[in-house]
């Protein structure tokens, strides 16, 4: 498998694309710590790019600190951000913030259990979880690349033919049916990075699925406040609440006990 650490750590093309989101991206992000987390509480914002979440989190009020696997990315001269792997975060104390997040990394993450028990290990008794990626082995993601191709716009996760898309759309609606029985795979793929598609999720590494994250938190010794619910639309908040484990994005609060 491709290094991605390595290809963090090296990619101009990658930061530049960090660079170029829009605040509106994180708002979602910030407003459930807003909702779940005391203000004024000390956090950790896990895989924080080029800091534009951090500096919203402090802006609204927390005591955050930034991480990422990139000093490329990490906004020069700014206090309180570091890089930390955190597969290994061996110089982050155990039981030590209020509430640690990640928004859009664990599907870049090649140990996705290990990434998971170590947010665990290093938030309080008592302290908040907070979990927003996109759910990749939802059946909606490869409709959505369907659309893309047919729009010929960038397709999501790189995948550039329709055989591929469509076919997709049975594995991932099996790996979702798993996953609801409680087969928990944390099934990895093959990141596309050959084809000059830079973002779009083509560099991720893990099938997310909402369901196993939830159940891996739980038998961490944490309890769910939030599972799913939200959406960008009418139809994805439908589904998000009546068949939360298909959902196209994983939304998940916990409370380590």
Known sequence: ??????????????????????????????????????????????????????????????????????????????????????????????????????????????????FLAEIVRVVQPGGKIIVLAPNLTSPIVPVGILRDLLKKQTPYLGITSFTKACALIGENFWRSLRAELGINAFAMRKPILDNGIVG????????????EISHFLKSNGCKTLLFQKQGNSTVSKLIANVLPGFAGKVCIVAQKN
Request: hydrophobic share 40%.
């Open 1 to 114: 498998m491709i290094n991605m650490p390595e290809y963090y750590k090296t990619s101009d093309s990658y930061a530049e694309m960090l660079r170029n989101q829009d605040v509106s991206v994180f708002m979602p992000y910030i407003d459930l710590f807003k909702k779940f987390v005391t203000i004024g509480g000390s956090v950790v914002d896990i895989g924080c790019g080029v800091g534009t979440s951090t500096l919203l989190l402090r802006q609204a009020g927390f005591d955050a600190m930034g991480t990422d696997v990139s000093e490329k990315f990490l906004p020069a001269g700014k206090d309180k951000f570091c890089v930390v792997d955190f597969q290994d975060a061996v110089d982050i104390p155990s039981n030590s913030y209020s509430a640690v997040g990640t928004m859009n990394v664990i599907e870049h993450v090649e140990n996705p259990r290990k």
């Open 200 to 211: 779009y999720d083509a560099d991720a590494v893990y099938w997310t699925n909402a369901r």
